[in-house]
Each structure stands twice: as structure tokens, then as C-alpha cells.
């Protein structure tokens, strides 16, 4: 009955070829003492850390071109903005490079974020106090993320499907609440979200800057730096592998997916705090942007190559990319559709003739 | 019914889809008298039967090429962008000609529009076939900057036409049915006859199986790659003229948003594999029926539309379920093989 899946896997040569380097090869400058400037250049462009290289790269060319073509582009305030505008983003794209590093996707996240918004915004009005309400909305993500991944690997159902259904369920849920936009009231809410951090030089952050960074630290450590973030690439790289060395594949796997529905239930409360509202429309189509950041930043869509950092240097060049246009005035906003396709065919491409051709 | 033929039944590919369609349409029935009626008013036939086959067409035209697509293990998230820009095309094209109702400038609006769309599936049949990028994420690109493009060709407004000729496609009736549903019968029924009477199918499978085994057993696995994607982008811009032909307008920001994901579960639920190498054209067209049906059910009975999604959900997640051979498999383990009466029951509580 499994001969269909299998076939899939093994019948494909390029898999086995791979995976040896994948785990051994990813959380690569954590030695102790500097390494010789040789070993160093080599990590820099390997196939597995160049694209992240490429997109700081970029990142730093935008933001100069940026600074050279208006007046107060460059900034330190500039570049702070993008991380309090993207702060939800970041969360979810953190979750999704799990997911994406495993081998799997999640359609789920916009929604959920959603979902969460809608939730935290209902209760509230509805009298709750603040803290029972987080405690709750992050309990739901985790629950929704951890169903979609326990279906996704007892059942043998792809996470492709699994997710575009969580997808449907949490934006229906949503409108089962409520059709209409809730504002929140609630002190704690209105006081993250009106509250800012000063840093030196006239600078300023929001309190859910704070929380993305944090989400960003965990998560690189998690995924680079535990045997659990070794288990991830492993299975991305090959899941049969996986399996027969015995690693704890279905537990990962679940684990992966209620990571990235954590994620989004962060998010969606980041996302509630900045638009002080929960709104059942709200973020349709992040998903993309969270797929298109990870991808940007480096992280292979068949699994088992990717970095936290890089996704995190995703969402800023998307953000870059509307602040640019924001800047600019005149151009119209379609222009960043158009452009981060354009990002997303340039990083694939990229990748494509960076790690090994299969087949 | 022997119990031999039960069993064969319930675990044929179809069987569930099927089934699925026949409830909702037997609680439809129950529910709204008259549901199933079909009255003829002008020559036309009128009914909520017609209102599913109409509204369904966009959707089952395009789960039509994905199937083919989803059949090499490929997929296509580009159509909804597909859709349009050959909305945009063919509007923009017709709104700016000298003459905006004349059926010349209908005929080539749509012919400009439809040419665009083979270039841009021919695109994404170069990124997977030749260049070997992943399909989810070479149509990725399409799909993000394609809605993009076609904001830019409308230049963001909502482009109104009023050509006769242009609203027969989506508006008008053809032997008492509408033009849409009898053109997308047409390319079922010529898909159907063209992969299953000749190779073709079989070649679509095999590179679906296994790409490398195919090209060295000779098929031309490149070619089909390229073609399959071309013939899903052509569904897409005919679904692209039936919907704004149908409103009369081409609005860049919500034509055929999100079709692709319905268009997939269509495939998804009429039984080709996600994973590629088998694929069935009737099983997508029930896919397609089951989706609209239940869109429409959602509307009779008198729930909130926006509902809809969690009771869309609900279906993927039964019918995947069943599909699913592990879940067969644990259901198989849990009870005695040789009984005939509880395969139904028991299948119904998982």
C-alpha cells in the first residue's frame, strides 16, 4: 500500500546523493576559534550559506540605492521601520522555514493569523482580561498547527492539501465569529501598541519588534544548534534516510507544524497589536509573503537547506521593496508584486544552478 | 450486490466523489423543493442544475489542465494570475478599439489574450523542464507577479466592456445551454478522447512516475513538461474570458482569485495523486461538481456565504481521508476481512 510513496522517494536519484552533506554541512561557523581565512571564504559560498549571502548582499545595495536616490533614506529610523512594519512577518516566516527545511509547507499561516486576531479581538470585547486571551489564542495556533502535522504524518496525506484545508478552516472559523472588523480597547493591547522603545541616536522600536527578535534568536538556536534542528534537515534531505537512521522522524515532523502554527498564532497577535483590531479579512495571502521571504532568504522549497537568518533578511528586502515604492510616490503598488516575482525568479534560479542538478 | 463488487466499489477512486456529489444533491432536493427541476424559458434551459454546470465551468476548465499537470507531478499556482491577465488582455484590447462593440474587436482581444497566456505557460513549462526548478515554486513566480502584471495592464481600474459578440461566451446559450458549459464539455470530452484513445496519457504518467526513466525510454519528457503547463495556461485564458465575458468587465484584483487552490482540490478530490503518475479526467469533473455544489448548497440553505470555507474544509479533509490508503489500511486492520455489511459503517466512523 506505501509502494506509491516509496517509489516517489527512492525513485528519485538525486536525493540519496545529497543528503550525507545536508546535516553535516548547515550550522557550519559554530566552531570555537576563528577558522582560517580559507575554510571561512569556503563556508561563505557554499551552496547552503552563498544565497544567504546574496540576499544580505542585495539587501545592502537596495539600501544604498535607496539612500542615494532620496534624501531621508538613510537612516537608522529607515531600517528600523522595517522591522516594526514586518514584526508579524518575521514570526511566520521563521515557522515556515521549519516547515519548509522539513520538506513541507504550510498554507495555514495567513489564516491563522487571521484567526488569531479574530479570537484575541471577540474575546476581549467580550470582557476577558488580556493575558487569559494571549494564553488561548497561542493554545489554538499550537492545537491547529499540531492537527495539520499529526495528519500530515499518520495519515500520509500531503502537506500541500493538509494545510490549503487548515487554510479554508481557519478563515471560515473566522467568519463564523465574526464578519465584521472588532477593534480592541483592551489597556494592555492599546499600551504594546502605542509603546516604543528608545534606542541611541533618536531611534525607536515597538515592543513587538522585541518578540520578533526574540522568536528569530529561539529559532535559530532550535534549528541550528539542537539535535531536533538536525532531525529537520535530515528529513528534508531525505525522509527515508531519515528514518532508517533511526532518527524520530514523525515526531519531528508533527513537532515542525506545531512550530509553525505557534508561529502564527504569534503573529497573528503581533498583528492584532499593530492594527489594534481583528479582522477576518485580514493578512489573505500572507502566506505567500512568508513563503516568498523564505525562499528569497535562501531556503530550499524541497527541504533540507535553509537558514533562519536568511529568512529574516527575506522579509526586510520585502519590506525594502515597499518602502522603496512608498518613497518613490509616483509608482503604483502593483509594482511589488511584479517585483518580488521577479526577486523570487532571480533567488531560484540562483539556487538552481547552486546546489547539484538532479536527475 | 455481491459483497466482492461492494468492496471493489467503495475502494474505486471515484466512488467517494461520487458519492459526495449524489448526497449534497439529494439533501438539496429534500431541502429546497423544486431544486432539481429544469424549466425551458425561450429556448434556454433554467434551473439551479444549469446555475451549478455555469459556475462550476471556470474552475473544472482549469482543474482540466491541472489534472494533466498534477498527472506529471507538476503543479500550477499561476492560473488565478492567469485569469487575469487574459481578463485584462481581452478587455483592455476591446475597450480601446475603435469600435468596442464590434465582434472583430472581440475576436482579437480574446485571440491577443489567449496567445499572451500560451507564453506565459510555456514560461512555466521552461522553468520546470528545462531549467528543473521545483513546479510549486517556478509557477510561485507567475502567481505573484503575474497578478502584478495584470494591474498594470488594466492599469489598476475596472475595465468595462460592452461587446455582443464578447458577452455570448460567458452570458450566452447554445442548444439551451449556456455557451461556457457546452465549450468546456467540449475540451473534457477532447482531452478525454486525445490521452486515453492515443499514448499521449500513458507518456503523461510515465513522466509523472519518474522523469529520467521516461526521457531514457524515449519519451519525450521535455516536450510534454512544456506542453501540459501550455494547454493549463490556454484552460486558465479561456476561464479568464468566460468570467469577465460573464460580468462584462476585468477587474485585475479579483478575477479568478484563489482558483488555483479550488481548481487543485478538484483534482484532489477526484482522485489523482498529488504525488503524480495517474491522473482521471471524470474524477476532476466531479471534483469540480462537488465543489460548485456545495458552494451552491452553502447558498440554498441560508448559511452566511463566507461559511462556506469551513464546510469546503470539512469535504477536502473527509474525502482526502478516505482516499488516503493508510487511513484504508487502518480501517482494514480494525475489522474482520470478509464482511460485507459494516464496510460503509465502518468507514463512516474512522
Same mark, same amino acid.
Given at each position: 500500500?506505501n509502494r506509491?510513496v516509496?517509489?516517489?522517494?527512492t525513485g528519485?536519484?538525486?536525493?540519496?546523493?545529497?543528503v550525507?552533506a545536508?546535516?553535516?554541512?548547515v550550522?557550519?561557523?559554530r566552531?570555537?576559534g576563528?577558522?582560517?581565512?580559507?575554510?571561512?571564504?569556503?563556508?561563505?559560498?557554499?551552496?547552503?550559506v552563498?544565497?544567504?549571502v546574496?540576499t544580505f548582499?542585495?539587501f545592502v545595495?537596495m539600501?544604498g540605492?535607496?539612500?542615494?536616490?532620496?534624501?531621508?533614506?538613510?537612516?537608522?529610523?529607515v531600517?528600523?521601520n522595517?522591522f516594526?512594519?514586518n514584526?508579524?512577518l518575521? @514570526?511566520?516566516?521563521?515557522?515556515?522555514?521549519? @516547515?519548509?527545511?522539513?520538506?513541507?509547507?504550510?498554507l495555514?499561516?495567513?489564516s491563522?493569523v +487571521?484567526l488569531?486576531?479574530?479570537?484575541?479581538?471577540?474575546?476581549?470585547s467580550?470582557?476577558w482580561s488580556?493575558l487569559p486571551v494571549?494564553?488561548l489564542v497561542?493554545?489554538?495556533g499550537?492545537t491547529?498547527?499540531?492537527a495539520q502535522?499529526l495528519v500530515i504524518?499518520f495519515?500520509?496525506?500531503?502537506?500541500f492539501?493538509?494545510?490549503?484545508?487548515?487554510?479554508?478552516l481557519?478563515?471560515g472559523?473566522?467568519y463564523v465569529?465574526?464578519?465584521e472588523?472588532?477593534?480592541i480597547?483592551?489597556?494592555?493591547?492599546?499600551?504594546?501598541?502605542?509603546?516604543?522603545?528608545?534606542?541611541?541616536g533618536d531611534?525607536?522600536?515597538s515592543?513587538?519588534?522585541?518578540v520578533?527578535?526574540?522568536?528569530?534568536?529561539?529559532? +535559530?538556536?532550535?534549528?541550528?544548534a539542537?539535535?531536533?534542528?538536525?532531525?529537520?534537515?535530515?528529513?528534508?534531505?531525505?525522509?527515508?534516510?531519515a528514518?532508517?537512521m533511526?532518527?524520530?522522524v514523525g515526531?519531528t515532523?508533527v513537532?515542525?507544524?506545531?512550530i509553525?502554527g505557534?508561529?502564527? +498564532?504569534?503573529?497573528?497577535?503581533?498583528?492584532?497589536?499593530?492594527s489594534?483590531?481583528?479582522?477576518s479579512?485580514? +493578512?489573505?495571502?500572507?502566506?505567500?509573503d512568508a513563503?516568498?521571504?523564505t525562499?528569497i532568504g535562501g531556503?530550499?522549497?524541497?527541504?533540507?537547506v535553509g537558514?533562519v537568518?536568511?529568512s529574516?533578511?527575506?522579509v526586510l528586502?520585502?519590506?525594502l521593496?515597499q518602502?522603496?515604492i512608498?518613497f518613490?510616490?509616483?509608482l503604483?503598488s502593483w509594482?511589488t508584486k511584479?517585483v518580488?516575482?521577479?526577486?523570487?525568479l @532571480?533567488? @531560484?534560479v540562483?539556487?538552481?544552478?547552486?546546489v547539484?542538478?538532479?536527475? | 450486490?455481491?459483497?466482492?463488487?461492494l468492496?471493489r466499489?467503495?475502494?474505486?477512486?471515484?466512488f467517494w466523489?461520487?458519492?459526495?456529489?449524489?448526497?449534497?444533491?439529494a439533501?438539496?432536493?429534500?431541502?429546497?423543493p423544486?431544486?432539481?427541476s429544469l424549466?425551458?424559458?425561450d429556448?434556454?434551459?433554467?434551473?439551479s442544475?444549469?446555475d451549478?454546470l455555469?459556475n462550476?465551468?471556470?474552475?473544472a476548465?482549469?482543474?482540466?489542465?491541472m489534472?494533466?499537470?498534477?498527472a506529471?507531478? &507538476?503543479?500550477?499556482l499561476?492560473?488565478?494570475?492567469t485569469?487575469?491577465?487574459?481578463?485584462?488582455?481581452?478587455?483592455?484590447?476591446?475597450?480601446?478599439?475603435?469600435d468596442?462593440?464590434?465582434?472583430?474587436?472581440?475576436?482579437v482581444g480574446a485571440?491577443l489574450?489567449?496567445a499572451l497566456v500560451?507564453v506565459l505557460?510555456?514560461w512555466?513549462?521552461?522553468?520546470v523542464?528545462?531549467? &528543473?526548478?521545483q513546479?510549486i515554486i517556478?509557477?510561485?513566480?507567475?502567481?505573484?507577479?503575474?497578478?502584478?502584471?495584470?494591474?498594470?495592464?488594466t492599469?489598476?481600474?475596472i475595465?468595462?466592456?460592452?461587446? *455582443?459578440?464578447?458577452?455570448?461566451l460567458?452570458?450566452?446559450?447554445?442548444?439551451?445551454l449556456?455557451?461556457?458549459?457546452?465549450?468546456?464539455?467540449?475540451l473534457?470530452?477532447?482531452v478525454?478522447?486525445?490521452?486515453?484513445?492515443?499514448?499521449?496519457?500513458?507518456?503523461i504518467?510515465?513522466?509523472?512516475?519518474?522523469?529520467?526513466?521516461?526521457?531514457?525510454? =524515449?519519451?519525450?519528457?521535455r516536450?510534454?513538461?512544456?506542453?501540459?503547463?501550455?494547454?493549463?495556461?490556454?484552460?486558465?485564458?479561456?476561464? =479568464?474570458?468566460?468570467?469577465?465575458?460573464n460580468?462584462?468587465?476585468a477587474?485585475?484584483n479579483?478575477?479568478?482569485?484563489?482558483?488555483?487552490?479550488?481548481a487543485?482540490?478538484?483534482v484532489v478530490?477526484g &482522485?489523482?495523486?498529488l504525488?503524480?503518475?495517474?491522473?482521471?479526467?471524470?474524477?476532476? #469533473?466531479v471534483g469540480?461538481l462537488? #465543489?460548485?455544489t456545495?458552494?451552491?448548497?452553502v447558498?440554498t440553505?441560508?448559511?452566511?456565504?463566507e461559511v462556506t470555507l469551513?464546510?469546503?474544509?470539512?469535504?477536502?479533509?473527509?474525502?482526502c481521508?478516505?482516499?488516503?490508503?493508510k487511513t484504508?489500511?487502518?480501517?482494514?486492520?480494525?475489522r474482520p476481512a470478509i464482511?460485507?455489511?459494516p464496510v460503509l459503517?465502518?468507514?463512516?466512523? *474512522?
Open positions: 500500500v506509491d516509496t517509489d516517489v522517494e528519485r536519484p538525486e536525493v540519496g546523493r545529497r550525507p545536508a546535516p553535516a554541512e550550522p557550519a561557523p566552531s570555537g576563528t577558522p582560517p581565512r580559507t575554510a571561512r571564504l569556503r563556508t561563505l559560498t557554499s551552496p547552503r552563498l544565497p544567504v546574496v548582499v542585495l545595495a539600501f540605492a535607496g539612500s542615494a536616490r532620496y534624501d531621508s533614506f538613510f537612516s537608522g529610523q531600517l528600523l522595517l516594526i512594519d514584526a508579524y518575521i @514570526v511566520l516566516a521563521v515557522g515556515m522555514t521549519f @516547515v519548509i527545511v522539513s520538506g513541507g509547507i504550510d495555514s499561516v495567513g491563522v +487571521a488569531s486576531g479574530v479570537v484575541a479581538a471577540k474575546l476581549l467580550a470582557g488580556a494571549l494564553v497561542l493554545l489554538i499550537l491547529l498547527g499540531l502535522g504524518h495519515l500520509e496525506l500531503q502537506p492539501v493538509v494545510t490549503l484545508a487548515g487554510m479554508f481557519a478563515r472559523l473566522c465569529i465574526s464578519v472588523s472588532i477593534p480597547r483592551d489597556p494592555l493591547f492599546t499600551a504594546i501598541a502605542q509603546g516604543s522603545i528608545p534606542l541611541p531611534t525607536f522600536i515592543p513587538s519588534v522585541v520578533a527578535v526574540v522568536v528569530v534568536a529561539v529559532g +535559530a538556536y532550535v534549528l541550528h539542537t539535535r531536533f534542528g538536525r532531525t529537520v534537515y535530515a528529513i528534508g534531505g531525505n525522509q527515508h534516510s528514518t532508517l533511526g532518527l524520530r515526531r515532523k513537532t515542525v507544524y506545531a509553525s505557534l508561529c502564527s +498564532a504569534i503573529g497573528g497577535l503581533l498583528f492584532a497589536v499593530y489594534l483590531s481583528g479582522y479579512l485580514s +493578512a489573505v495571502g500572507t502566506e505567500l513563503i516568498a521571504a525562499v531556503t530550499l522549497l524541497s527541504g533540507g537558514l537568518v536568511g529574516l533578511l527575506g528586502v520585502l519590506g521593496i518602502t522603496f512608498s518613490e510616490g509616483t503604483s509594482w511584479i518580488i516575482g521577479l526577486l523570487l @532571480v533567488f @531560484v540562483l539556487q538552481r544552478f547552486l547539484r542538478r538532479p536527475g | 450486490m455481491s459483497p466482492d463488487s468492496g466499489l467503495t475502494r474505486s477512486n471515484l466523489p461520487v458519492l459526495a456529489l449524489i448526497l449534497l444533491l439533501f438539496d432536493a429534500i431541502v429546497t423544486g431544486f432539481l424549466r425551458l424559458q429556448g434556454h434551459l433554467y434551473g442544475l444549469i451549478i455555469k462550476g465551468t471556470p474552475t476548465l482549469i482543474a482540466l489542465g489534472t494533466l499537470v498534477v506529471t507531478r &507538476g503543479i500550477d499561476s492560473v488565478g494570475a485569469v487575469a491577465i487574459s481578463a485584462a488582455v481581452a478587455c483592455s484590447w476591446i475597450a480601446s478599439s475603435p468596442p462593440t464590434s465582434g472583430g474587436a472581440a475576436l485571440l489574450a489567449l500560451v505557460g510555456a512555466n513549462g521552461f522553468l523542464s528545462v531549467l &528543473g526548478i513546479p517556478a509557477t510561485l513566480v507567475l502567481m505573484t507577479a503575474g497578478r502584478g502584471l495584470a494591474q498594470l495592464i492599469d489598476g481600474q475595465i468595462t466592456v460592452a461587446n *455582443p459578440l464578447f458577452a455570448q460567458g452570458g450566452g446559450f447554445v442548444f439551451g449556456p455557451v461556457s458549459v457546452v465549450l468546456a464539455a467540449v473534457f470530452a477532447l478525454a478522447l486525445i490521452t486515453r484513445r492515443t499514448a499521449l496519457g500513458m507518456l504518467e510515465a513522466v509523472g512516475i519518474n522523469p529520467s526513466a521516461a526521457r531514457l525510454a =524515449g519519451v519525450r519528457a516536450g510534454i513538461t512544456v506542453a501540459v503547463y501550455v494547454f493549463t495556461a490556454l484552460c486558465a485564458g479561456i476561464a =479568464g474570458l468566460m468570467i469577465s465575458s460580468v462584462t468587465a477587474d485585475a479579483n478575477a479568478g482569485l484563489w482558483i488555483e487552490l479550488d487543485i482540490l478538484a478530490i &482522485g489523482t495523486l504525488s503524480g503518475g495517474r491522473y482521471s479526467i471524470v474524477g476532476t #469533473l469540480a462537488v #465543489l460548485q456545495l458552494t451552491t448548497t447558498y440553505v441560508g448559511i452566511t456565504p469551513v464546510f469546503k474544509a470539512v469535504v477536502i479533509i473527509a474525502v481521508l478516505l482516499q488516503s490508503p484504508r489500511e487502518l480501517l482494514r486492520r480494525r464482511r460485507p455489511e459503517e465502518g468507514v463512516g466512523r *474512522p
